[in-house]
């Protein structure tokens, strides 16, 4: 009878605590670890190497990723993919899976999962935007015909480490994709935070550390060049999912096919050339975010003097203020009842006014595309020309430096 005791009790305790007998901080630190190889193998996989093609991945790694998420989210390769491809494509419209701009902040950031599992029901959009997915014996027959055994495998996996607790610990590796990547990026990462570039949709970056979304908190840069497996651009941002795709390379397991282009400045040429127009084009949203400095400087400059003159917090100096946040911006991202004060701040200032016509002049280099390039060639040499015969400094630097970037 005692024997019995002792076996029952011993059952008991391994039901309560699991065979590892962990405590609450072990339990923490793995839970911790898990979903954050979690975050690793969608932004590394999922997101840079199946979706944008941005690194090559041995078939080591590669497999180890799909097994990871096939035990923490079930989701299916080509699902995710052909989703997010396509809120690529159609990004900030109806037809957008997971907008905010066009579905609203709080369905994104409350709904978000449910937005991915109704459009991966959508075989248009799997047929379209899904290819070059794996579809090998494992997919078939494991992956994406048993998604729910799975995440049933990992339920059992932490009962049987950490007992009843194990079913919260299982619980928070189900909602961790659901709730960073289906609700804070998709959601914030199009609705607050920063811009480096003015990417053609509303996307932002969330943080410049990224750190416990794998980098994908860097999110307009990835709008700007969503081919590059490096998120960070800035010499201030962090992105610790390059950071893994450096030492997988390293131990050669990864091989990256392309980074964000840097802007390149050598010996200033007598007269703009097309290779001149080129390296422009190819880096035009570094241009773009060089101007904006340009434009941010020159308000800042006359708020300055109005402080000088005892003017600071005058309507005037409160305009200018709100031109330095939005005078860089492209016309049509400027909120419709700012515009009218806007214009006013660069009504009382030539400088402004010329700054931002010409900002309007040089973009219209890439936007063009009934031009030959001869013509866009030429239109640059006339832009330098304008730009040194302005009498504002900022304009007359800019051009210098436009005529020594090269690729």
Same mark, same amino acid.
């Given at each position: 009878?005692?024997?019995?005791?002792?076996?029952?009790?011993?059952?008991?305790?391994?039901?309560?605590?699991?065979?590892?007998?962990?405590?609450?901080?072990?339990?923490?630190?793995?839970?911790?670890?898990?979903?954050?190889?979690?975050?690793? %193998?969608?932004?590394?996989?999922?997101?840079?190497?199946?979706?944008?093609?941005?690194?090559?991945?041995?078939?080591?790694?590669?497999?180890?990723?799909?097994?990871?998420?096939?035990?923490?989210?079930?989701?299916?390769?080509? *699902?995710?993919?052909?989703?997010?491809r396509k809120h690529h494509a159609k990004c900030e419209t109806e037809e957008d899976p997971h907008s905010p701009v066009a579905h609203g902040i709080k369905t994104?950031?409350?709904?978000?999962?449910?937005?991915?599992?109704?459009?991966?029901?959508?075989?248009?959009?799997?047929?379209?935007?899904?290819?070059?997915?794996?579809?090998?014996?494992?997919?078939?027959?494991?992956? %994406?015909?048993?998604?729910?055994?799975?995440?049933?495998?990992?339920?059992?996996?932490?009962?049987?480490?950490?007992?009843?607790?194990?079913?919260?610990?299982?619980?928070?590796?189900?909602?961790?994709?659901?709730?960073?990547?289906?609700?804070?990026? /998709?959601?914030?990462?199009?609705?607050?935070?920063?811009?480096?570039?003015?990417?053609?949709?509303?996307?932002?970056n969330i943080s410049p550390w990224g750190i416990i979304i794998g980098g994908e908190e860097l999110h307009n840069n990835h709008h700007t060049y969503p081919t590059?497996?490096?998120l960070s651009v800035k010499k201030y941002e962090f992105d610790i999912g390059w950071v893994y795709i450096r030492g997988l390379e390293m131990l050669g397991l990864?091989?990256?096919?392309?980074?964000?282009?840097?802007?390149?400045?050598?010996?200033?040429?007598?007269?703009?050339?097309?290779?001149?127009?080129?390296?422009?084009?190819? /880096?035009?949203?570094?241009?773009?975010?060089?101007?904006?400095?340009?434009?941010?400087?020159?308000?800042?400059?006359?708020?300055?003097?109005?402080?000088?003159?005892?003017?600071?917090?005058?309507?005037?100096?409160?305009?200018?203020?709100?031109?330095?946040?939005?005078?860089?911006?492209?016309?049509?991202?400027?909120?419709?009842?700012?515009?009218?004060?806007?214009? %006013?701040?660069?009504?009382?200032?030539?400088?402004?006014?010329?700054?931002?016509?010409?900002?309007?002049?040089?973009?219209?280099?890439?936007?063009?595309?009934?031009?030959?390039? *001869?013509?866009?060639?030429?239109?640059?040499?006339?832009?330098?020309?304008?730009?040194? *015969?302005?009498?504002?400094?900022?304009?007359?630097?800019?051009?210098?430096?436009?005529?020594?970037?090269?690729?």
């Amino acid at each position: 009878m005692s024997e019995i005791l002792v076996v029952w009790e011993g059952l008991v305790d391994w039901l309560a605590n699991g065979v590892l007998q962990a405590a609450w901080w072990q339990i923490l630190a793995f839970t911790l670890v898990a979903t954050h190889i979690t975050i690793a %193998s969608v932004t590394i996989f999922l997101h840079r190497s199946q979706a944008h093609r941005s690194l090559d991945l041995h078939p080591i790694a590669a497999h180890f990723f799909r097994f990871w998420l096939w035990l923490t989210t079930g989701m299916v390769t080509k *699902e995710w993919v052909a989703i997010h491809r396509k809120h690529h494509a159609k990004c900030e419209t109806e037809e957008d899976p997971h907008s905010p701009v066009a579905h609203g902040i709080k369905t994104v950031l409350l709904t978000g999962s449910e937005l991915y599992r109704a459009e991966a029901k959508n075989q248009e959009t799997l047929t379209k935007y899904g290819h070059n997915t794996p579809d090998d014996w494992m997919e078939r027959n494991v992956y %994406s015909r048993f998604t729910w055994q799975g995440v049933g495998l990992m339920l059992i996996i932490d009962l049987a480490l950490f007992g009843a607790i194990g079913a919260t610990v299982w619980a928070v590796q189900m909602l961790w994709i659901p709730i960073t990547a289906a609700g804070i990026i /998709n959601g914030l990462g199009h609705w607050w935070g920063y811009r480096n570039f003015e990417a053609a949709d509303a996307s932002t970056n969330i943080s410049p550390w990224g750190i416990i979304i794998g980098g994908e908190e860097l999110h307009n840069n990835h709008h700007t060049y969503p081919t590059s497996a490096k998120l960070s651009v800035k010499k201030y941002e962090f992105d610790i999912g390059w950071v893994y795709i450096r030492g997988l390379e390293m131990l050669g397991l990864a091989k990256v096919r392309k980074t964000p282009p840097m802007l390149k400045l050598g010996q200033v040429k007598p007269v703009a050339d097309a290779k001149t127009l080129e390296a422009v084009i190819a /880096n035009r949203y570094e241009v773009m975010a060089k101007y904006a400095r340009e434009l941010r400087r020159a308000c800042k400059d006359e708020m300055r003097a109005l402080k000088q003159a005892g003017a600071k917090n005058s309507a005037r100096w409160k305009e200018l203020h709100l031109a330095k946040r939005w005078l860089h911006r492209d016309d049509d991202r400027i909120p419709s009842e700012l515009r009218p004060q806007i214009a %006013s701040a660069c009504a009382q200032s030539p400088a402004l006014a010329k700054l931002v016509a010409m900002r309007e002049e040089l973009r219209q280099l890439w936007t063009r595309t009934n031009v030959s390039a *001869e013509q866009l060639v030429a239109d640059l040499q006339a832009w330098c020309r304008k730009a040194e *015969e302005s009498g504002i400094a900022a304009l007359q630097d800019f051009a210098l430096k436009l005529r020594a970037a090269h690729a």
